[in-house]
């Protein structure tokens, strides 16, 4: 059976699949206490989706696609914004906004199953999977199971066949086999094909699935533990213990060189090392796997909203949005940091998104690092985020 928790967790697609209840059947759940005293704030993000998704149709290209018809990605990430919005009875007036966007994504589907146009198809198919899986059209059906098992075929195995000889073993990269696995990739791929299992369930045995165990393998030998991880590069420092990289033998946080030794170790940052607790989840570890509480550790003790902890202001949107997946899936509702201090993470996490959008109702990263200066995406991220924290507050 699914996790219902789990469900309710990946808000970037299963909000507008209806696997996740609309915010009038979550709200009268909850006490009337409770309800009035969110109300106004609640009323405050929706008024920022609103001008989100406002932005986000006004510049929709007139053939469907956001920012570039040759990234597929960015029109999934708009139409599974447009698809999350909290308010369903007013997202029935983006309904032609979403029809235009679905032909195009269809358009960019190739004969082996992907998504994608001119290159990173593992990044394309995996994201426009997530929006197929949002749409009510059962005429995607055939179109996302394809994708999926294309996604599962990409999944690394280098050296001996079957073996994990390799620390790239397991997980999958840009889009060839012969290429290193990452953890980008990796997460993006294994959200896509843990949230369409539905559509192979009920086929035969053969359908093609990942080989987990291969998958857990590689994860961890992206985490900078050294108790399940013995690759050189891991640090032994406090700082850097339970956190991610985004590889083996390569942090986007650069590294730290012992001057006695020479020997370098790698730096966790933030937006991979939430990657790895999402990844964990759906790779089903539970929550007091040591791994698991390992990297639980490493961002508790480095919770910030105002950078993407190791890396600044590069991807900090990426960061918001996979800050609040990974949260809201494991069940936090709270974090615990310095000196014993609770926060309420959605709150505070909304109030910043709430203060960084632009008055035309957009988002936009000064840092252009991994497409940030592309308003689509960034508004995209915001608009995903805020959906995702509505519903918990």
């Known amino acids: 059976m699914i996790n219902v928790r789990l469900l309710s967790g990946a808000a970037s697609a299963l909000i507008c699949s209806g696997i996740f209840p609309p915010l009038e059947a979550a709200e009268a759940k909850l006490p009337s206490t409770v309800i009035r005293s969110d109300l106004s704030y609640r009323n405050e993000i929706q008024h920022s989706i609103d001008n989100g998704l406002k932005w986000l149709v006004a510049n929709q290209h007139s053939n469907g696609w956001w920012s570039t018809p040759d990234q597929p990605a960015v029109t999934g990430l708009a139409l599974l914004a447009l698809r999350s919005d909290p308010n369903t009875q007013a997202s029935l007036r983006h309904a032609e906004a979403v029809a235009k966007g679905y032909r195009h994504l269809v358009s960019c589907v190739q004969p082996d199953g992907s998504i994608h146009r001119a290159n990173l198809p593992t990044y394309n198919t995996s994201i426009c999977l997530m929006a197929l899986l949002a749409s009510p059209n059962p005429e995607h059906h055939s179109i996302a199971r394809r994708a999926r098992a294309f996604l599962v075929r990409l999944q690394s195995d280098f050296g001996e066949p079957g073996k994990l000889d390799t620390q790239f073993d397991g997980g999958i990269g840009y889009g060839s086999k012969y290429e290193h ?213």
């Not at 590069?233 to 990289?245: A, C, H, L, Q």
């Not at 615990?336 to 957009?362: A, F, K, M, P």
Request: proline share 2%; charged share 20%; glycine share 8%.
């Open 181 to 393: 696995s990452d953890m980008g990739n990796t997460v993006q791929a294994l959200e896509a094909i843990y949230y369409s299992r539905h559509l192979v369930r009920d086929q035969n045995a053969d359908a093609p699935d990942l080989n987990w165990e291969a998958l857990r393998s590689f994860l961890q030998n992206c985490q900078n533990l050294s108790s399940h991880n013995s690759q050189p590069w891991v640090s032994e420092d406090p700082r850097d213990k339970g956190g991610f990289v985004y590889y083996p033998g390569h942090s986007m946080a650069g590294g730290t060189t012992n001057t006695a030794t020479g020997r370098i170790s790698l730096r966790s940052y933030g937006s991979i090392s939430y990657a790895g607790l999402l990844s964990y989840i759906y790779a089903d570890l539970k929550a007091s796997d040591a791994r698991v509480v390992a990297v639980k550790d490493w961002l508790k003790a480095n919770y910030t909203l105002h950078e993407n902890p190791g890396m600044g202001l590069q991807g900090l949107y990426y960061y918001f949005h996979t800050m609040a997946k990974a949260l809201n899936t494991a069940g936090i509702d709270e974090l615990e940091i310095e000196n014993g201090t609770r926060v309420v993470w959605r709150r505070e996490l909304s109030s910043r998104l709430l203060n960084l959008q632009q008055r035309d109702g957009s988002w936009s990263n000064e840092n252009a690092r991994w497409w940030e200066k592309d308003s689509s995406l960034v508004t995209s991220y915001g608009v995903l985020a805020l959906a995702i924290t509505i519903r918990g507050l």
